[in-house]
């Protein structure tokens, strides 16, 4: 290799060097505020990477699996509450009212924005369901009922 | 080593070679769109949790996937090209983007589709969808740059040093739901584990990804060519062909 070509190899290297750490530095210090939710875990006890608890009254995202048991519909009216949890201790009460996506049930993952009203619950305007990367027929999901399903947010 | 690599570097062998295996990939294309579009939407069976909805993973999985390749394509291009100093390699660069940024579009596009009806939402800002946007305009920068300068080495130069620079969102998107808390799910095929999918739904689905590579292929090999007729233009080679061709 002559010396301009290997000039240039070290120069184009350096710099998707530099730009990698550059961006990698960004991304760890931007690390809390890119996650698109809180887990009830974290809401509880604080984010798992700084520790931070969200205050009561703030903005927030909450991610966890709806609790089997636990939504409760006003007969007359479009308000549900339910319970929310993941694999860690957390457990976040959603109150919400309006329409719920069609993937809402129980045990199934679910993404509420809203507003924290108390420690431990939210005033939620928007619940998304959050589906998961395993497709399959049904006959196939029957076979292995309540193992994929139910799978908790990584 | 590289030696057999060497008459490339000369445009009109490199145009030759384009034409010659252009046809082979639209042969590949053809009956893999069929058969995968037809089996996919037709014939797969409906998901369990997602019914029939699941289906447009036909089109935003591939979609998806072949944006990322082209411009990993693009990137290596843009490396040769700038070290090298290899001006066919540059033609490539700008070649690939706009097809790249197509494919692009479609993700998001069929992925707004999807999101609506499974999610409750058409967009969310996390993290997954936010980066993908953002390859979307990395490949519109780098059509606009090529497309800014009269002087079309200094183009070359300048999109494949952008090329360069954008190739950092690549292992963001890809790992950007493993990484932070994402509406979007996980990856399904492109992981170590087995495929989370069963089989008789992965299997239309791979031969979809493998229809829109060689439509890939296609597109990126005529726009190569296309490039490569423009920028010689007043070579004797191009002249050449012309005349042949008018005649004939």
Same mark, same amino acid.
């Given at each position: 290799m002559n010396p301009r070509r290997k000039k240039r190899l070290l120069i184009t290297c350096s710099l998707i060097f530099g730009l990698s750490l550059a961006m990698g530095l960004t991304l760890f210090a931007l690390q809390q505020n890119i996650d698109l939710f809180y887990t009830p875990n974290e809401i509880l006890e604080g984010k798992n990477e700084t520790g931070v608890k969200p205050e009561i009254g703030q903005r927030l995202r909450v991610g966890g699996m709806?609790?089997?048991?636990?939504?409760?519909?006003?007969?007359?009216?479009?308000?549900?509450?339910?319970?929310?949890?993941?694999?860690?201790?957390?457990?976040?009460?959603?109150?919400?009212?309006g329409i719920l996506p069609d993937l809402f049930r129980e045990g199934q993952g679910i993404v509420a924005q809203g507003t924290l009203k108390s420690k431990n619950s939210v005033d939620a305007f928007e619940v998304l369901?959050?589906?998961?990367?395993?497709?399959m027929p049904p006959e196939v999901a029957d076979a292995v009922k309540g193992m994929s399903n139910l799978k908790t947010e990584q | 080593m590289w030696k057999w690599l060497h008459p490339y570097a000369k445009a009109e062998h490199s145009y030759a070679l384009a034409g010659k295996l252009m046809p082979w990939f639209l042969v590949l294309t053809i009956p893999s769109f069929i058969?995968?579009?037809?089996?996919?939407?037709?014939?797969?069976?409906?998901?369990?949790?997602?019914?029939?909805?699941?289906?447009?993973?036909?089109?935003?999985?591939?979609?998806?996937?072949?944006?990322?390749?082209a411009y990993s394509t693009m990137a290596i291009a843009a490396f040769i090209g700038l070290v090298w100093q290899l001006r066919l390699a540059e033609m490539a660069v700008a070649a690939a983007a706009p097809v790249g940024a197509i494919y692009t579009f479609i993700a998001l596009f069929t992925g707004a589709a999807w999101g609506k009806p499974m999610w409750g939402a058409w967009w969310v800002w996390d993290a997954r969808l936010t980066?993908?946007?953002?390859?979307?305009?990395?490949?519109?920068?780098?059509?606009?740059?090529?497309?800014?300068?009269?002087?079309?080495?200094?183009?070359?130069?300048?999109?494949?040093?952008?090329?360069?620079?954008?190739?950092?969102?690549?292992?963001?998107?890809?790992?950007?739901?493993?990484w932070w808390n994402t509406l979007h799910q996980g990856a399904t095929i492109t992981k170590f584990e087995q495929?989370?999918?069963?089989?008789?739904? %992965?299997?239309?689905? %791979?031969?979809?990804?493998?229809?829109?590579?060689t439509f890939l292929g296609v597109m990126i090999l005529y726009r190569f060519r296309s490039e490569l007729l423009?920028?010689?233009?007043?070579?004797?080679?191009?002249?050449?062909?012309?005349?042949?061709?008018?005649?004939?």
């Open positions: 709806v609790l089997t048991g636990s939504v409760k519909r006003d007969p007359d009216s479009l308000k549900v509450s339910f319970d929310l949890v993941d694999n860690k201790a957390g457990q976040v009460t959603v109150y919400f009212d369901a959050k589906h998961d990367e395993d497709y | 058969i995968g579009i037809v089996w996919g939407l037709a014939f797969a069976p409906a998901d369990y949790q997602q019914g029939d909805s699941f289906r447009i993973i036909y089109i935003h999985v591939p979609a998806a996937m072949m944006a990322m390749a980066s993908e946007l953002i390859l979307l305009f990395v490949y519109m920068g780098i059509i606009a740059l090529y497309n800014a300068f009269s002087d079309k080495v200094l183009a070359g130069r300048a999109a494949s040093i952008l090329t360069l620079v954008g190739v950092i969102n690549l292992p963001i998107i890809h790992f950007s739901v493993v495929p989370s999918i069963a089989t008789e739904m %992965l299997i239309p689905l %791979l031969i979809m990804i493998f229809s829109f590579a423009q920028r010689e233009q007043h070579r004797a080679w191009v002249i050449k062909l012309v005349q042949i061709k008018g005649r004939g």
